[in-house]
């Protein structure tokens, strides 16, 4: 299998190299797993020879943007960007837009297309990603939407995949969306190298969402997450709240969908759980005790409410 990465200048260093490392070394390992794998290479493909990084590292692109006819997998890693202006303007800037070219090319009868992070704005910008399901990185969530509105993103999964798509979520789930591409060759080849450079699975980014990062201006969302955040410790029903912000339930449950890709009461179990672990730093109370304050009868209820966000 021959990995295309399709690099420009400032793309996330990390991302690269850890693709690079983690299908470099599977390839080393290959023989003595399973000899029949095909072997597995990596191809650098750049709007130019050399390619600066986000760190400072320099790499060779020996083909072009255009010359990955003969990759089973082009993946595109993140832009170093960490706004939704600076992202929306990578992606448009002269390099970003001849990246974007590049993958309307691609024939996705042919080969798959993968990205993490802001990488997945450009595979949209593309065009490649309308009606599927996908990930990204999590406090970019409104802009990608707000731009792409044609587009499902699913917050609670590292690693999506929609058919000829791969996507993967925040910076460093370029080595989650490593093991996934490995994954389609061999189970046992991407159980051994996880192994070998110890790396845990991480099946969902939720735990890590922060809501007060996932920037909006709805005034109807904004008035139902000041509410929760004002009555936590009490039992949620979702009419009634709201009722209390001048909303209908239908309304409410639309827009939280539309702005967050959330349910009013996944709102209200991520705000629980963000007091709770605060609440755990801060405080010298027990388990029961946060619970009571965060709206739960006990410390069971939020045991299980953490175990599910993990």
């Known amino acids: 299998m021959r990995v295309g990465l399709l690099v420009q200048d400032g793309c996330f260093g990390s991302g690269v190299s850890s693709i690079l490392d983690i299908i470099r070394t599977a390839e080393f390992v290959r023989p003595s797993i399973d000899a029949s794998i095909p072997p597995l290479e990596v191809t650098i493909a750049g709007h130019r020879r050399r390619i600066t990084t ?21 993946v595109v890693p993140a832009l170093h960007t960490f706004t939704g202006p600076d992202t ?52 970019l969530t409104a802009t990608f939407r707000a731009r792409y509105p044609n587009v499902v993103v699913d917050l609670d999964s590292m ?26 060759v061999s189970v046992e080849l991407t159980q051994h190298v996880a192994r070998l450079l110890l790396i845990d699975e991480r099946p969902s980014q939720a735990a890590f ?11 109807i969302v904004l008035a139902f997450e000041r509410y929760v955040r004002r009555h936590l ?18 309304t409410l449950e639309r827009r939280t969908r539309r702005v967050l890709g959330l349910t009013p009461l996944d709102i209200v179990q991520r705000l629980r759980l963000e007091r709770a ?14 619970a009571r304050r965060v709206g739960y009868a006990n410390a069971e209820t939020l045991r299980a409410l953490q175990r599910r966000a993990r």
């Open 277 to 290: 672990e605060h609440l755990r730093h801060t405080t010298d109370l027990t388990t029961d005790a946060i």
């Open 88 to 139: 929306e303007a990578a992606v448009e800037s002269p390099s970003g837009q001849r990246l974007v070219k590049a993958l309307r090319f691609i024939d996705l009868d042919r080969s798959r297309v993968a990205a993490a992070c802001t990488g997945v704005f450009s595979l949209a910008e593309a065009g490649l990603l309308d009606a599927r399901r996908v990930t990204t990185t999590w406090f």
């Open 54 to 74: 986000s760190s400072g590292m320099t790499m060779t692109a020996p083909r072009s943007l255009r010359e990955v006819d003969d990759c089973q997998v082009v």
């Open 233 to 250: 410790d009490e039992p949620f029903d979702v009419s009634l709240t709201a009722a209390a912000i001048g909303a209908s339930r239908r």
């Open 159 to 184: 690693v999506v995949a929609d058919g000829p798509v791969l996507t993967a979520g925040a910076a460093f789930a370029h080595i989650d969306l490593a093991l996934a591409i490995l994954r389609t």
């Open 209 to 219: 969402v922060a809501l007060d990062h996932l920037h909006h201006d709805d005034p």
